[in-house]
């Protein structure tokens, strides 16, 4: 019999490896905030139109590229942050795996300006569907400018299932408001369809909250702080009064990446039990710190599941931090009485 097998064409797998990462704009959001993040940018823009279908530009005053390394950041596995496989177990950066850039440019129209600081000029480079369409020399300044528009143009299913502007823009904004929570100490500015969502000075992590989710919130937040070998524990927790029925303020940062856990979760409430009623949603905004050596983020392309070590050590520190900051603050077990 004949051989069947062969190697995929390089845009075919980056379009099947465009399908893990970008699920929504939001997804595209997301990705191009960490990457500015990662290039130490103290400024980061984002402006969006039609939720994201039509345009996603992420602005920042980075590091920038060279003029081969910004054609070669859109290749697979194309990245400056790790080079051998006990790097992943030292993670510093939000990025590592090399592919994102590939798998947007995959499936939209991309156009990115970046200049290195040492260079008088920059670049400019037009990428449609993997496809190079240019690249030309740019006056520009220091940092990247990463537009990305008409996503999913050649996947008209991909396309259809988007939802209203309007659902896809919420996306965005959860997007944001995670990055820009983990990273306080950057500014921030948003903007939707040409008018500014959000305008956040550098500022330090209870003002960033505030700034996020208003002035009274202030009033609501308790602080959490502990440090033990495992595990550094800081941030605010929710006094219980202002428990919500629905979820929404909810936040885990592991080494100053968003991260969702289940299991964490439930420490919070188990520290919360007693003060708010059954069924009841607490918020909270808590930081963990942990050596990089003893946390796997590399479970899922998106990578808001992650691994710890001692998961166990961990849930039980942060429950005892978190009743006894509660107990301080003299947050009175109100509920305890009405039995
Ligand atoms: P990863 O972030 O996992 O390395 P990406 O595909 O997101 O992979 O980016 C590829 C590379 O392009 C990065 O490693 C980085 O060197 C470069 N890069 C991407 N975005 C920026 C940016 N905003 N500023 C500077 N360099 C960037
Ligand atoms: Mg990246």
């Known amino acids: 019999m004949a051989d069947i097998i062969r190697l995929l064409p390089d845009h075919v797998a980056n379009q099947i490896a465009a399908g893990e990462v970008v699920q929504r704009p939001a997804s595209v959001v997301k990705e191009l905030l960490e990457n500015a993040i990662d290039a130490q940018s103290t400024d980061i823009k984002l402006i969006v139109k039609d939720g994201g279908k039509t345009l996603i530009q992420v602005v920042d005053n980075g590091i920038g590229m060279s003029d081969t390394d910004a054609r070669l950041s859109f290749e697979?596995?194309?990245?400056?942050?790790?080079?051998?496989?006990?790097?992943?177990?030292?993670?510093?950066?939000?990025?590592?795996?090399?592919?994102?850039?590939?798998?947007?440019?995959?499936?939209?129209?991309?156009?990115m300006m970046t200049r290195i600081a040492e260079d008088e000029v920059g670049t400019h480079i037009k990428i449609e569907g993997s496809r190079v369409i240019s690249q030309e020399v740019a006056v520009v300044p220091k940092g990247t400018s990463m537009m990305v528009k008409n996503l999913f143009f050649n996947i008209p299913a991909r396309r259809n299932f988007l939802k209203s502007d309007q659902v896809e823009f919420r996306h965005i904004t959860d997007e944001?408001?995670?990055?820009?929570?983990?990273?306080?100490?950057?500014s921030f500015s948003f903007y939707n369809n040409g008018s500014e969502v959000f305008n956040l000075p550098a500022n330090d992590f209870r003002k960033r909250i505030v700034q996020i989710f208003g002035r009274k919130t202030n009033e609501k937040l308790v602080p959490v702080n502990e440090e033990t070998q495992v595990v550094k524990i800081t941030g605010y927790v929710q006094k219980p009064e202002f428990a919500k029925k629905s979820r929404g303020e909810q936040f885990f940062f592991a080494n100053d990446r968003f991260i969702k856990s289940p299991?964490?979760?439930?420490?919070?409430?188990?520290?919360?039990?007693?003060?708010?009623?059954?069924?009841?949603?607490?918020?909270?905004?808590?930081?963990?710190?942990?050596?990089?050596?003893?946390?796997?983020?590399?479970i899922h392309p998106t990578k808001t599941e992650v691994k710890f070590d001692d998961e166990h050590t961990l849930y039980a520190y942060l429950k005892s931090t978190?009743?006894?900051?509660?107990?301080?603050f003299n947050v009175a077990p109100s509920l305890d009485f009405e039995k």
């Open 76 to 111: 697979r596995h194309a990245t400056s942050k790790i080079q051998k496989a006990e790097d992943l177990f030292n993670l510093h950066t939000k990025g590592f795996r090399g592919e994102a850039l590939a798998s947007i440019a995959a499936i939209a129209h991309v156009e």
């Open 176 to 186: 944001f408001h995670r990055v820009a929570l983990a990273h306080p100490q950057v």
């Open 322 to 328: 978190i009743k006894h900051s509660l107990g301080q």
């Open 263 to 298: 299991y964490l979760h439930h420490a919070v409430l188990g520290a919360f039990e007693g003060l708010i009623k059954p069924g009841m949603h607490p918020g909270y905004f808590i930081c963990l710190e942990v050596d990089p050596a003893t946390i796997d983020i590399n």
